[in-house]
C-alpha cells in the first residue's frame, strides 16, 4: 500500500530549479529554451518538458539518449547551485518527518517529475531516508503513469501527497485519494499547511486511508 509523496514544494523547495533546466539543455543545444517556449510545454514531468522542447526545436521526438544526456547535464548544474556555501534548499521539517513516521508503518514511496538522477539528490539535500524508494521522470511516462507504476501489484488503499494541481490531476486519473501541501490546490480534499508539524500530516493521511488501515 504505497503511500506516494511528490518532492519539489511538497516536501521542500529548490529555487530556480527551471532556470538550470533551461541552463542544461542551454550547454546541450547551444542555446538555452527561452521562458515563453517552456510555458508552452503541457506537461510536468522532466521527460515530458524536455520533449515537448526538443520537438519544439528540433521538430521531432527526444529518445533515452538525448535525455539521458539532459539528466547528466542538469544533475551537474544543481550540484554546483546547490554546492555548500551557494544555495540552501528548504526543508519542510514538519512534512518530512511526518512522512517518515508513516514509513515506519506503511510503504512509502517519492514519486517526482525530476529525472531519476536529479530526484537522488534533491532527496538527499533534504534528508529523505534513503530507505524510501524513489522513482523519478522516465520516456513516455506522465506522472499518473509514474503513479502507476510506483503502484503496480501492490495492494491498496493508496494515497497521494503533492502541492500543485497537476499532482490533483495525476491522483484523480489514477484514481487515489489526495492530499494537498500548501495553497496552491483548492478542492474537496485534505491538505496542510508546509509548516505543518508531523502529527498533522500524518492525521491527515489516516483520515483519508479506508477504515482499517
Known amino acids: 500500500m504505497p503511500i506516494c509523496f511528490d518532492l519539489d514544494g511538497t516536501l521542500g523547495h529548490f529555487s530556480s530549479g527551471f532556470v538550470l533546466l533551461r541552463q542544461a539543455l542551454g550547454d546541450i543545444w547551444g542555446q538555452a529554451p527561452t521562458q515563453d517556449e517552456l510555458t508552452l510545454c503541457k ?6 518538458i524536455v520533449d515537448d522542447l526538443h520537438r519544439m526545436r528540433f521538430g521531432r521526438d527526444l529518445d533515452e539518449s538525448g535525455y539521458a544526456v539532459y539528466e547528466k547535464a542538469c544533475l551537474s548544474h544543481f550540484q554546483r547551485a546547490f554546492a555548500p556555501g551557494v544555495w540552501e534548499a528548504e526543508a519542510f521539517g514538519g512534512v518530512l518527518e511526518g512522512m ?5 508503518r506503511w510503504p512509502v514511496w517519492l514519486v517526482s517529475g525530476n529525472a531519476p538522477a536529479v530526484l ?23 506522472r499518473a503513469a509514474l503513479l502507476k507504476r510506483a503502484l503496480r501489484d501492490c495492494p ?9 494541481p497537476h ?9 487515489l ?4 501541501v500548501g495553497n496552491a490546490v483548492p478542492g474537496e480534499h485534505q491538505s496542510v499547511p508546509s509548516d ?4 498533522r500530516l500524518v492525521a491527515a493521511v489516516e483520515a483519508s486511508l479506508e477504515p482499517g488501515w
Open 43 to 48: 506537461g510536468s514531468t522532466d521527460w515530458e
Open 100 to 104: 517518515h513516521c508513516l514509513a515506519r
Open 120 to 142: 537522488t539528490f534533491k532527496a538527499e539535500k533534504l534528508g529523505v531516508d534513503p530507505a524510501i524508494p524513489r522513482l523519478g521522470s522516465l520516456p513516455r511516462h506522465d
Open 156 to 164: 491498496g488503499p493508496h494515497l497521494y501527497v503533492g502541492d500543485r
Open 167 to 175: 499532482d490533483l490531476e495525476a491522483a484523480r486519473r489514477t484514481g
Open 177 to 180: 485519494p489526495f492530499i494537498g
Open 196 to 199: 505543518a508539524a508531523a502529527e
